[in-house]
């Protein structure tokens, strides 16, 4: 099932797991290199620049990000 949230804090950066810190206080992890791409394609080289942008999303049962796109 897809969720939809709005990403508060990117932490992580330069590890092998991100993590994105949602404003409802979730925690979805990304994979440090093509989950972490994936993003920066869609939302921008910077990381810091994903905060305040809503997404939908879905994780598999260890909260890792499967998918997801920003919702404009």
């Keep these: 099932m897809a969720?939809?949230?709005?990403?508060?804090?990117?932490?992580?950066?330069g590890s092998g797991l991100v993590s994105l810190i949602m404003t409802d206080s979730?925690?979805?992890?990304?994979?440090?290199?093509?989950?972490?791409?994936?993003?920066?394609?869609v939302l921008g080289q910077n990381p810091k620049s994903w905060v305040g942008r809503e997404?939908?999303?879905?994780?598999?049962d260890l909260d890792v990000m499967a998918s997801f796109e920003p919702v404009d």
């Design 26 to 41: 979730s925690i979805v992890h990304l994979e440090g290199g093509f989950g972490a791409r994936q993003m920066a394609q």
């Design 55 to 60: 997404i939908e999303y879905t994780t598999d």
């Design 3 to 13: 969720k939809q949230g709005t990403i508060a804090d990117v932490q992580g950066l």
